[in-house]
């Protein structure tokens, strides 16, 4: 059970990278096509709550872990807040051109996720 749930997660977490690359090109390149806009768009929303699910699953799994662990609820405030900015930005991108906002708001994401990324590989704490 242990190494399907870890696969999963692992699984849905390349999910999420992709969409942060795709939404990466698509703020470089100031504008894109509605289908590329909308397998950016399923890529983050799988990657996104496979990640959240899957990592919940696992903490509670895993004997080792707990949710109070200090990196596990640091992944889950970064996962929040980046969750929150690209909710926010979504209207931003598939208007036509990228605002200056809209930037922002995907390269803060962006360094949140990598955040997250750190926190699951280095695991400080535990």
């Known amino acids: 059970m242990y190494d399907t749930l870890l696969f ?12 942060v690359v795709m939404s990466s090109a698509i703020v470089l390149a100031g504008q894109a096509a509605s289908r590329t806009l909308f397998v950016s768009d399923r890529l983050e929303d799988l990657g996104a709550t ?8 696992l903490a509670l799994y895993v004997d080792g872990y707990s949710l109070g662990d200090g990196w596990i609820l ?14 926010a930005s979504r209207p931003a991108l598939h208007g036509g051109s990228v605002t200056a906002r809209a930037r ?19 695991k400080p704490g535990a």
């Open 74 to 87: 640091g992944s889950i405030v970064l996962w929040a807040m980046a969750t929150t900015l690209t909710l």
């Open 104 to 122: 922002l708001m995907h390269w803060a994401r962006t360094l949140l996720i990598v955040g997250i990324l750190a926190l699951m590989v280095w």
């Open 50 to 57: 496979g990640t959240l699910i899957l990592g919940i699953w």
């Open 8 to 19: 999963l997660h692992v699984l849905t977490a390349f999910l999420l990278g992709a969409a």
